[in-house]
């Protein structure tokens, strides 16, 4: 770092008031004027804005600058005046034509003014090295010339500085401060304003933390001085993941809605409280939650599951030839439909199709709650045939499998593609007659399944099985599929309302 000087003749030598960016600057133009009855000398840096009034700003403070006596000084020797920081101690040594240096000669210290004086020099080249604690350590060189009285003012640059954080009005003594990671000194509040007095000099990054409040964290450039920075801590929030189904509307209170993703999450960042969330869309019966939110946690996951309205209407497959309520269309591999009569599906193989004929917007299929199912099947390899009943979609459902060779019922259930058996029950009955048509009867309340089966009165159903009961899926679609390595047909398939199930033999 060079040295930055001046000097100002009236009567007596006194050093020039400089701002920090004359300081800055590089030194040009001879010396300011002489002393009367002494020759002060050496060029000053750029130029005084405040000349003759005795101040200087140094690093951001305008500081008092002392007159200095002027002494008479012999022919043949030198003297410096040197106006540093209090206390800072001050190393000369001569330099030889060379620049090599000699021998330093005794320090000195500057005084409580920052005055320092080295009287009696030889005249010649001079390297100063000047320190002080909590200041970058200076060194430069200066020309000391016979009979003449040198003056040089040398700003050492503080390695602290004090910094002011103004937070609109959330300046407490329960804010907490880390200085790079690390705690930092005990808050203090002047003026509304967090003060910091010894803040190391450069990029500082500072995190602050208040109670009710988010962290706030931020990477500072302090500069020697005084150094202010404001901003306002922001509310501390809760993060909120609102799970449900894609594209959903989500309200918070009164707020305008918002739209879940694709895969049915909304993020949210909410203020602690009470509040009221609805999501609704349409095909789905609104739903909502309340949430009584705090800072523990500060993470929320809220899963909020639509019902879909349930079908209303009934179902009826007449199997023509151009059917086309079934899902997916075009029909599976196995699926044949048969035009000429007796008309009807055939089925062959494992791969599902779900009823599908719904207005109901957001539907893969239609869904049904509380229903009858009637089918005629006539088994015509004598193995036996399959049903679905509240399908959430291709990977999770309830199966029926009718065993025609073991004369059982077969009640699973399918999660994410896995295949497990909740329960078997006996037939007792047997469908052997591979040319005939046999009414199969499903009655769905609630979480109970019960079959039925025509024989020979359609007045006189009789049991299948057992009762079955189950509560994993409350509703979902319906569809059929062969049993393994069966071969079915089915001429008629419709699906009633509970209400209407007295038709259910007629029919």
């Excluded at 005794?106 to 604690?133: H, M, R």
């Excluded at 979902?476 to 309302?497: C, H, P, W």
Aim: glycine share 8%.
């Amino acid at each position: 770092m060079k040295l930055h000087y001046a000097i100002i003749l009236s009567g007596s030598l006194a050093l020039v008031g400089l701002t920090a960016s004359t300081l800055a600057q590089k030194p040009k133009g001879p010396s300011i004027g002489k002393v009367k009855g002494g020759s002060p000398s050496g060029p000053s840096i750029g130029k005084s804005a405040v000349e003759g009034t005795g101040t200087k700003a140094e690093q951001g403070r305008v500081i008092d600058i002392p007159r200095v006596k002027v002494v008479q000084v012999a022919p043949n020797k030198g003297y410096l005046a040197l106006f540093t920081r209090p206390h800072a101690r001050v190393v000369i040594t001569p330099l030889s034509g060379e620049n090599e240096p000699g021998k330093p000669l005794s320090p000195g210290i500057a005084d409580t003014e920052g005055l320092v004086v080295f009287p009696g020099l030889a005249p010649g080249n001079y390297k100063l090295e000047i320190t002080c604690q909590d200041y970058e350590p200076l060194d430069d060189t200066v020309n000391i010339e016979k009979g003449k009285q040198t003056a040089r003012l040398a700003p050492l640059a503080s390695k602290f500085a004090t910094l002011r954080i103004g937070l609109a009005g959330q300046a407490d003594k329960d804010v907490l401060v880390k200085l790079n990671n690390e705690p930092f000194e005990k808050t203090k509040i002047e003026a509304g304003q967090l003060v910091f007095e010894r803040v190391p000099v450069g990029k500082q990054t500072f995190t602050f933390s208040k109670a009710g409040y988010q962290d706030w964290t931020q990477e500072f450039e302090i500069r020697p001085g005084n150094n202010f920075f404001s901003a306002a801590m922001k509310e501390a929030v809760v993060a909120v993941t609102i799970q449900t189904q894609p594209h959903a509307e989500v309200y918070i209170d009164s707020d305008a809605k918002r739209e879940a993703s694709e895969t049915g999450e909304l993020q949210l960042n909410l203020l602690p409280g009470t509040r009221n969330v609805r999501v609704t869309l349409p095909g789905y019966e609104p739903a909502g939650k309340v949430l009584n939110l705090t800072l523990e946690p500060r993470a929320l996951t809220v899963p909020i599951a639509l019902t879909p309205i349930a079908e209303d209407s009934a179902f009826d497959e007449p199997f023509n030839p151009q059917v086309k309520t079934w899902t997916p269309f075009p029909l599976p591999a196995g699926w044949q439909l048969q035009t000429a009569r007796p008309r009807g599906m055939r089925l062959t193989g494992e791969l599902p199709a779900f009823v599908f004929n719904t207005s109901l917007p957001n539907r893969r299929f239609n869904i049904y709650k509380d229903f009858d199912m009637l089918m005629n099947v006539r088994l015509t390899n004598g193995r036996g045939v399959a049903w679905i009943v509240r399908a959430q979609d291709e990977k999770n459902y309830y199966l029926f499998e009718l065993d025609n060779e073991k004369k059982e019922l077969l009640f699973c259930i399918y999660q994410n593609g896995q295949r497990r058996q909740i329960k078997v029950a006996s037939t007792v009955i047997g469908l052997d007659d591979k040319q005939r048509s046999y009414r199969i009867i499903l009655e769905v309340r609630g979480n109970q399944f019960t079959h039925k089966i025509v024989i020979d009165d359609p007045n006189d159903p009789k049991p299948l099985g057992i009762v079955f009961e189950d509560s994993t899926f409350a509703y979902g679609g319906v569809g059929l599929r062969a049993f393994t390595n069966a071969e079915v047909f089915i001429d008629q398939f419709s699906i009633l309302k509970p209400q209407n199930s007295a038709q259910r033999t007629a029919r």
